[in-house]
């Protein structure tokens, strides 16, 4: 299995241009989330899905967008980048019951 | 709502030094899981444990224990005899789990605490 998989690794936008940052999963695990990783700084939640088809904000969900079309992916959109955006991404998936969260490896997306 | 601080932002330890990383939570659930996750400087998030709210027992593992006390409300992680591949960020946090079917399990994550084993 690859686990959760996210593309790009890397990305710099020029403000007001937008993206989508790609993530999927292999384990067929209901929940999928997004969390931005300012520097320093612990994560905070995007959005999140508790299946295809059902998607709920999370703390900082301003800016962005998602979708959850299918059970293996779960693209994260962002309109209109603004600086304030300029943070690491990270994808995660969990089952149900075992509440582990795995992580893709990262966006690390710069607006500038 | 649900609330995780890790008052110490920066320890530096000597190789071989025993060090204690501080997490305290706050919740309202009786239902809940504490986690300890490693992001070492290549940036990942690796998994280091998961406790329940009901097992309080203290767990081991080589070198990590982790010490859970529901009266003062923290999950603290000891590395014993550190080693500098022990450098990095560490993060607590804490699911809820008595809305897990509508939240989806998310996690509520500390500040983190940056290790750092000089040799």
């Known amino acids: 299995n690859a686990g959760v998989t996210q593309t790009p690794k890397f990305r710099i936008l020029k403000i007001g241009q937008s993206m989508t940052l790609q993530c999927t999963q292999d384990?067929?695990?209901?929940?999928m989330y997004w969390y931005r990783q300012d520097p320093g700084m612990g994560l905070k939640l995007i959005y999140y899905?508790?299946?295809?088809?059902?998607?709920d904000k999370g703390e900082v969900p301003n800016g962005y967008n998602v979708s959850r079309s299918t059970t293996e992916d779960f693209p994260l959109r962002l309109e209109l980048a603004a600086p304030s955006q300029t943070s690491v991404y990270f994808c995660?998936?969990?089952?149900?019951?075992?509440?582990?969260?795995?992580f893709g490896p990262g966006t690390r997306l710069t607006v500038t | 709502a649900q609330k995780v601080t890790q008052a110490q932002t920066e320890i530096s330890v000597v190789e071989k030094e025993d060090v204690t990383l501080d997490c305290v939570y706050e919740?309202?659930?009786?239902?809940?899981?504490l986690f300890w996750y490693k992001q070492p400087p290549s940036g990942e998030l690796v998994f280091l444990i998961r406790r329940n709210s009901f097992d309080e027992q203290n767990e081991i593992s080589g070198r990590y224990s982790w010490n859970f006390q529901k009266s003062t409300s923290s999950f603290n992680f000891t590395i014993t005899a550190s080693q500098v591949v022990d450098s990095a960020v560490y993060f607590c946090a804490l699911s809820e789990a008595g809305r897990a079917e509508t939240s989806g399990s998310r996690l509520t994550f500390g500040e983190g605490t940056q290790l750092t084993v000089n040799p």
């Open positions: 899905s508790v299946g295809a088809g059902i998607t």
């Open positions: 995660a998936s969990t089952r149900v019951s075992s509440y582990e969260q795995y």
């Open positions: 384990m067929n695990h209901n929940y």
């Open positions: 919740t309202r659930d009786t239902t809940y899981y």
